[in-house]
């Protein structure tokens, strides 16, 4: 009688059914960092899976642009700045930012030590790429009286920094300002977004479509991933390990500082995140941006903003930091 019941209950196994996974390709910003980690954690801990998600993380870079494999087709779910998005809705590209990974953007300007306050700076020479002429820099002439004239090259390395001593240069709170502690300088760091820059940063996008046709796997996928970096802030070990494993290039120093600067400026858990959980937006910080790109002169004439971003998968995950 037992090898009888034994052999039923493995048919009744056999023939119960498996349920299928969503499956989400999901692209990043850049090469696997700290600023992924809540990403990499929710996979590493099976957070995705434990909400029925099969997910994919395929690392950015400089020769990847995620919103074109986004509209393509080829991908589920891109990581992009705020303003990106608003930009692709000017071009009739029908993207949608349903979440925002980063609360705080992380765009900082880098000083010199004896520098106290951001507008010291003015009328002095700053190293600045040219993307930023269409992101921070109209805040920083529109704030700050900062004028064109006082912009340098921007060549993606802290040397001519360090070489002289009269130059600020822009960066990211999470890496540059680590270069330049490891060269023996301690910088001064201004996070534009603690001084009123307002858009949101490594926001998760999705075509229009999708965010009306998948609305619940991405609502799970959301969910895992505030999940993953509630996990990840707490202990980044297990998204570290697989942050690696698709950087290798990626050192463990490099790792902490980042962990620890996102902890200490808030970039994930402050901002919106303190009332609308990890991963949140809101309406108001969103008319914020589109205010600044029109006071700026950024904005394209008879475009509906409000279509770059949807609350509705958001606003049903609350996950407190």
Avoid at 109 to 123: N, Q, T
Avoid at 124 to 135: C, D, E, H, L, V
Wanted: some cysteine; charged content about 15%.
């Amino acid at each position: 009688m037992a090898r009888l019941a034994h052999v039923v209950a493995c048919m009744s196994l056999a023939a119960s059914p498996v349920l299928a996974q969503d499956r989400i390709v999901f692209a990043t910003d850049w090469f696997a960092q700290a600023e992924h980690g809540g990403f990499y954690q929710a996979l590493a801990e099976g957070t995705y899976r434990k909400h029925g998600l099969d997910v994919t993380i395929k690392m950015g870079g400089p020769q990847v642009n995620g919103l074109q494999l986004l509209a393509a087709g080829q991908i589920d779910v891109a990581m992009a700045d705020g303003l990106q998005v608003l930009s692709a809705v000017e071009q009739s590209v029908p993207l949608v930012a349903f979440a925002a990974t980063f609360q705080k953007n992380p765009t900082v300007i880098i000083a010199h030590p004896g520098v106290s306050k951001l507008e010291d700076l003015k009328g002095k020479p700053i190293a600045i790429g040219a993307a930023s002429n269409t992101t921070f820099w109209p805040f920083l002439k529109q704030k700050y009286g900062f004028v064109d004239g006082q912009k340098r090259p921007y060549g993606f390395s802290v040397q001519p920094f360090l070489a002289d001593p009269n130059l600020s240069q822009q960066g990211f709170a999470t890496s540059e300002p680590f270069s330049i502690e490891k060269a023996g300088v301690t910088p001064v760091v201004f996070l534009l977004a603690d001084l009123g820059y307002p858009p949101y940063s490594e926001v998760l996008v999705a075509t229009r479509s999708n965010v009306i046709r998948r609305t619940d796997a991405l609502r799970r996928f959301v969910q895992a991933s505030a999940e993953g970096w509630k996990s990840y802030l707490a202990n980044p070990a297990p998204g570290n390990a697989l942050i690696r494993k698709d950087n290798p290039q990626m050192g463990d120093d490099l790792l902490a500082y980042g962990v620890r600067k996102i902890r200490e400026y808030g970039i994930v858990t402050g901002g919106t995140a303190t009332t609308a959980g990890l991963l949140g937006m809101t309406d108001a910080r969103w008319q914020a941006t589109v205010q600044f790109i029109k006071s700026s002169g950024l904005a394209r004439a008879n475009t509906d903003y409000a279509k770059a971003w949807s609350l509705e998968v958001v606003d049903n995950v609350k996950v407190t930091p």
